[in-house]
């Protein structure tokens, strides 16, 4: 198996990374997090979680002060977990370092999993999906969301833009060509994996998950006040957010 790719630790990469999440007002906070968060159980009192790609470990924190007995966080980056470490001051969360894919955890069992934008980056999705599995209780819930396909589908993710810089539309081209994709972000080379909405919906089933609801989520009223260039997210989303349970047998 290949090496996991660990573009977070790339110092021009994390730096960029680092300075986009603190504002407060990347895609992620005001679009993928609040629907993320509307999937999981009405109340996480008691549950153990385990977050997959846990970054800064913002997800684990907050779980925690709602009542989660435990969260262990995964990442597999160095630069991401040591940050993560820094801002938590809680025996109730655990960081590991490991790439998703050769997740192992000793028969360890958990009530949640979690992962924000972190399976687009895995070359064998169906694969972590029965790892995913093998460490769900029977009746617990998987959450996820990932890059949206129509964004993947071609490398550039880009608008196409009239002469005076106005986004005309969305390209949407190689849409059933799955496999890697190369696009820039912050660097160079990043290495993204496109699949389709059938694909993830199909491989959920075929693990023994039962999905209870998609999301292709636009941005809130709230954060369309403060931030209007967000209208834009309306005309193609950026995200695909999906809560499944698994199949008591």
């Known amino acids: 198996m290949n090496a996991p790719q660990n573009i977070y630790d790339d110092p021009e990469f994390f730096a960029g990374y680092r300075k986009l999440r603190e504002t407060g007002t990347g895609l992620n906070d005001v679009l993928e997090q609040p629907a993320l968060w509307s999937l999981l159980p009405s109340s996480l009192r008691g549950l153990t979680i385990l977050d997959l790609g846990c970054g800064f470990g913002g997800f684990a924190r907050k779980a925690r002060t709602l009542g989660a007995a435990s969260v262990l966080g995964v990442d597999v980056s160095e630069k991401m977990l040591e940050l ?34 972190a399976l687009h980056y895995i070359p064998d999705y169906r694969a972590v999906l029965g790892k995913i599995v093998s460490v769900l209780r029977p009746g617990g819930n998987f959450v996820f969301s990932v890059e949206h396909p129509i964004c993947t ?19 949407v081209d ?25 694909s993830y919906v199909n491989g959920l089933i075929e693990a023994g998950l039962t999905i209870q609801r998609l999301l292709e989520p636009e941005p809130l009223v709230e954060a369309l006040v403060s931030i209007p260039d967000l209208e ?12 499944t349970r698994r199949n008591e047998r």
């Open 232 to 243: 834009q997210q309306r005309r193609r989303p950026p995200f695909l957010v999906i809560g």
């Open 84 to 117: 993560a470490a820094q801002l938590t001051n809680d025996d109730g969360i655990e960081y590991r370092r490991m790439g998703i894919e050769e997740l192992s955890l000793d028969g360890r069992a958990f009530d949640l999993v979690v992962s924000s934008l």
């Open 153 to 171: 589908a071609l490398p550039q993710q880009q608008w196409v833009r009239d002469d005076k810089g106005e986004p005309l539309h969305w390209p």
């Open 174 to 198: 190689n849409y059933r060509m799955e496999g890697e994709r190369h696009t820039n972000w912050f660097v160079e080379g990043v290495v993204k994996y496109h699949r389709t909405i059938e």
